[in-house]
């Protein structure tokens, strides 16, 4: 056994106070008890004395971890089915990585959403699409994918579908998500389309940040370790400018700006990719790459990448 | 410590009798009540006489006291170590840099702090890709604490330091964990003390490289929010943690590197050389738990030249082997710290 203190373990605080009451101060010290005894001693029920034995049972390795090699191993990219897309980051999205696609209403975010499940479904890739904003019925998916001529319908088996568009039903929705993906561990894709939607509600400052900080540890946590893409669709906000360009209330005819909803930090840097569209006419525009993990945060340009598109018939190029 | 513990000393029916009228461990003996008074309380037919009891109680109390360390063994031990403190191979690169802190030689536990976009998590990649690249049987541990970890960065800045044939060898003896609290960061370091001190059992061929290098990425979002104002729980998790971490670097020569954000402080920062309203997070006794305390900041660009270099400066808050107060600038271009 070791010498970790006992207090380091994740116990509940009336356990560890009648350890500390009774003496045990590392785990050496339990090495000759048995949970009975040991609640006997302490005067503690005996789950709560067979939970501290669990506690100090040796895992058999490092917990999450892999090695760089590891890390930068899955090479393999996902064509997004949106060329200029495809184009900016590189080639295509790899396993494992979060692309956020912010963009005013009607550049056509959600589509490029439904073309990318068409394109993870030809690559034989399950995929959990989730819509907080009712804007991609299951209806829309299918018409989507049934347009390429090879594909078959047991293609939408592969697709599920959850709609929810409270608050309440996205923070169930990230506490069940690690025990989802182990039940179904093919899940390649997970689509958030919408992501800015619940968060509109009115919410206090702190409760926004704990929720985000939520995500921001389970995406990651699923990235990582079980190797899922994400696609994160999410609606611009209006900031008002004064005249001068600084922040504040708008009188009549003063200048407003739309920016991302969602900052940098509220994604883990090291696997996001943020994009942009920018529509400039009705049928053409740019997409702009804002962040990705190479790019260095505070350094001009403000933008790491930037390619035009345009929109003809529904199809992006 | 449990009065079961001092057994050649207290025989096993006295620690029964003891724990029946509530005393359990050493403290409980030596300070609860006087000797006497507790010896009252024992039932008479242990035929223990008060004398005996009176030698006992002397004898919990003099192992139970903590061993002194003498003043003049400690500087012999400190000087005898002193030869390899600019051992090569655990530098960042930049000799102006490394001459602040006196080299990184384990064992050693140095926090690196500063604002966001300051060179913190390019030094610590640095200096673990920089011994990786020379010293071919060493592991490094990345514990990430924010997801931010990005394996290119790596290979960007392997390609800069001009080691592209041994690149791979060098990928797979990086490690990186990803632990979003404190506790997760006490099961890594637990199974990688387990790792440790198991190497010396496997004989033959060192198969796997034995870590000499930690690096704990941003450990502000795993203290930060523990510390409050109305408890001191935070605080105490804060310095235990801390407390082990030192006592892992020296019992395994280990260099630990802790990157440390950046908090508001007004008016300006005291402690810094170059004005400033910032200072490194997680309050004022962070950095005594620390051995030394590297504060960088980027300066300006117009005492910059141009290209894509970006001038920073490194200061020393504190340190416990050198001057504190003493800077020194460099740059950083493409990514590879280099001299300004």
């Given at each position: 056994m070791s010498d970790r203190l006992l207090s380091t373990l994740s116990l509940p605080p009336p356990t560890l106070s009648a350890l500390a009451g009774a003496g045990y101060e590392t785990v050496n010290d339990l090495s000759n008890a048995t949970p009975q005894q040991l609640s006997k001693d302490l005067n503690i029920p005996l789950p709560a004395s067979q939970a501290v034995f669990s506690a100090t049972r040796p895992s058999v390795a490092l917990p999450m971890t892999q090695s760089a090699a590891a890390m930068m191993g899955t090479t393999k990219q996902y064509s997004t089915g949106c060329p200029p897309l495809d184009r900016l980051l590189g080639g295509g999205l790899k396993r494992g990585f979060i692309l956020e696609i912010n963009g005013p209403p009607g550049s056509g975010k959600e589509q490029i959403a439904a073309i990318a499940v068409r394109a993870f479904v030809e690559c034989k890739q399950e995929v959990l699409f989730v819509d907080m904003q009712n804007m991609v019925l299951p209806a829309t998916i299918k018409r989507t994918m049934m347009r390429n001529p090879t594909a078959n319908s047991d293609g939408m088996d592969l697709v599920r579908y959850l709609a929810f568009h409270t608050t309440a039903e996205l923070v169930v929705f990230m506490r069940n998500l690690t025990a989802y993906l182990e039940a179904y561990p093919a899940t390649a894709l997970l689509v958030l389309n919408s992501l800015a939607f619940p968060f509109?509600?009115?919410?206090a400052l702190k409760e926004r940040y704990a929720i985000l900080d939520r995500l921001k540890q389970t995406l990651a946590r699923a990235c990582t370790s079980l190797g899922l893409t994400v696609i994160i669709t999410s609606q611009l906000v209006t900031k008002m400018l004064e005249s001068h360009g600084e922040p504040g209330s708008a009188p009549p005819a003063s200048k407003a700006t739309m920016i991302p909803s969602f900052a940098s930090n509220n994604f883990p840097s090291g696997r996001t990719y943020r994009v942009i569209i920018v529509p400039q006419t009705r049928m053409t525009g740019v997409m702009r790459l804002l962040s990705s993990p190479t790019h260095v945060p505070n350094r001009a340009p403000a933008f790491a990448g930037e390619e035009p598109y345009q929109r003809i018939r529904g199809v992006i190029s | 410590m449990r009065l079961e513990q001092f057994s050649p000393h207290i025989s096993h029916k006295v620690v029964e009798a003891l724990q029946r009228i509530g005393v359990r461990t050493d403290t409980d003996l030596l300070l609860l009540n006087d000797p006497t008074n507790i010896f009252s309380r024992l039932p008479p037919e242990l035929g223990l006489s008060l004398l005996d009891f009176r030698r006992a109680v002397e004898k919990v109390a003099q192992i139970a006291s903590a061993t002194p360390s003498y003043g003049d063994e400690l500087l012999e031990k400190e000087l005898s170590r002193h030869e390899d403190v600019f051992a090569d191979n655990v530098l960042i690169g930049v000799p102006e840099v490394d001459a602040l802190l006196g080299g990184l030689s384990p064992p050693r536990v140095v926090e690196v702090s500063g604002d966001k976009g300051s060179g913190k998590t390019a030094l610590a990649l640095q200096l673990v890709l920089r011994h990786l690249i020379q010293v071919p049987d060493s592991s490094v541990l990345w514990i990430d604490s924010s997801g931010e970890f990005a394996p290119e960065r790596v290979s960007l800045m392997l390609e800069q330091l001009g080691a592209e044939s041994s690149s791979s060898r060098v990928l797979e003896r990086l490690q990186i964990s990803l632990a979003f609290d404190i506790e997760a960061v006490h099961e890594v370091l637990e199974s990688l003390r387990r790792s440790l001190t198991a190497v010396p059992d496997t004989t033959g061929y060192g198969e796997s490289p034995a870590t000499r290098c930690i690096v704990i990425d941003s450990i502000t979002p795993l203290l930060g929010p523990m510390l409050s104002a109305t408890s001191s729980q935070g605080h105490a998790i804060m310095t235990t943690f801390m407390r082990q971490l030192r006592t892992f670097a020296d019992t395994y020569m280990l260099t630990i590197l802790v990157i440390n954000a950046a908090t508001k402080i007004l008016p300006g920062n005291p402690e810094a050389v170059f004005e400033t309203t910032r200072k490194p997070a997680l309050g004022p006794s962070f950095t005594f738990l620390t051995d030394a305390t590297l504060w960088l900041s980027q300066r300006s660009p117009l005492s910059s030249t141009d290209e894509e270099a970006t001038l920073h400066v490194a200061e020393v808050f504190r340190s416990r082997t050198t001057r504190s107060k003493t800077w020194a600038l460099f740059k950083i271009k493409n990514g590879v710290l280099v001299s300004a």
């Open positions: 509109q509600a009115d919410m | -």
